[in-house]
């Protein structure tokens, strides 16, 4: 009964590497939602994605960071070039179908990412 | 913009005092309103929601009333135990939407 998978736990990317952070939603959702928490922070949107199509990208930054949640296999969120300010927990969650309310979201339990 | 606005922490209680904490909103419309619970080191879980106005969420004691007169979704629980310390996360989607806007998070310690 496996709810959000997310991998890696913990990440550390070096500046100028690229960080690649999966995620496989619960069995049954269809809608995949990233956000990024910094330190002593709230939640902050990032994409939401639904199989094959980016349905909102008005949190990711413009440039180096990318998704993507292909017809097999989990979500990515890929970030080119990491900076020191990318440092951050990085939380997938996941919904059923639908974009009613009444759902709450399944998160996983994050990847911290951490660039030295 | 919608936004989510709780009060700040940390919160320090003694094991079986009273907890409250704060929760208001700004969003058009009928949003939908979340308690989330975060322990250290793990992700966010629910804890309760409420779709409309005048509807109690309530889960592990935990309970909060949506209201609409006054743009609130309190968190209160009777008595708080050790094992309740964690961050708490209220939240809310918009009506029709799929976005869930969090507050910025309360920590709470609760000693024994």
């Known amino acids: 009964n496996a709810g959000v998978m997310q991998n890696p736990r913990h990440l550390v990317r070096r500046r100028g590497q690229e960080a690649r952070l999966r995620c496989s939603p619960m069995?049954?959702?269809?809608?995949v939602y990233w956000y990024r928490q910094l330190p002593e922070e709230g939640l902050k949107f990032m994409v939401y994605l639904q199989k094959e199509n980016i349905i909102d990208e008005s949190g990711m930054p413009k440039e180096r960071f990318s998704a993507e949640f292909p017809k097999e296999g989990p979500s990515i969120l890929r970030i080119q070039q990491v900076v020191r300010g990318d440092s951050a927990a990085y939380f997938c969650?996941?919904?059923?179908?639908?974009?009613?309310?009444?759902?709450?979201?399944?998160f996983g339990s994050g990847t911290r990412l951490t660039v030295v | 913009g919608d936004s989510v606005t709780q009060m700040e922490g940390p919160v320090t209680l003694s094991e079986e005092a009273f907890l409250t904490i704060n929760c208001t909103y700004t969003a058009t419309g009928y949003p939908s309103l979340f308690w989330y619970v975060q322990y250290p080191g793990e992700g966010l879980q629910l804890l309760l929601k409420?779709?409309?106005?005048?509807d109690k969420g309530s889960n592990k004691g935990f309970e909060a009333t949506y209201r609409k007169e006054t743009t609130s979704f309190h968190l209160e629980k009777g008595s708080v135990q050790v094992s309740d310390s964690a961050v708490y996360f209220c939240a809310l989607m918009g009506p029709g939407g799929f976005k869930t806007i969090f507050g910025a998070g309360t920590r709470l310690f609760v000693k024994a």
């Open positions: 069995k049954g959702h269809s809608h």
């Open positions: 409420a779709t409309k106005a005048d």
């Open positions: 969650a996941s919904s059923p179908s639908g974009d009613r309310g009444d759902y709450g979201y399944t």
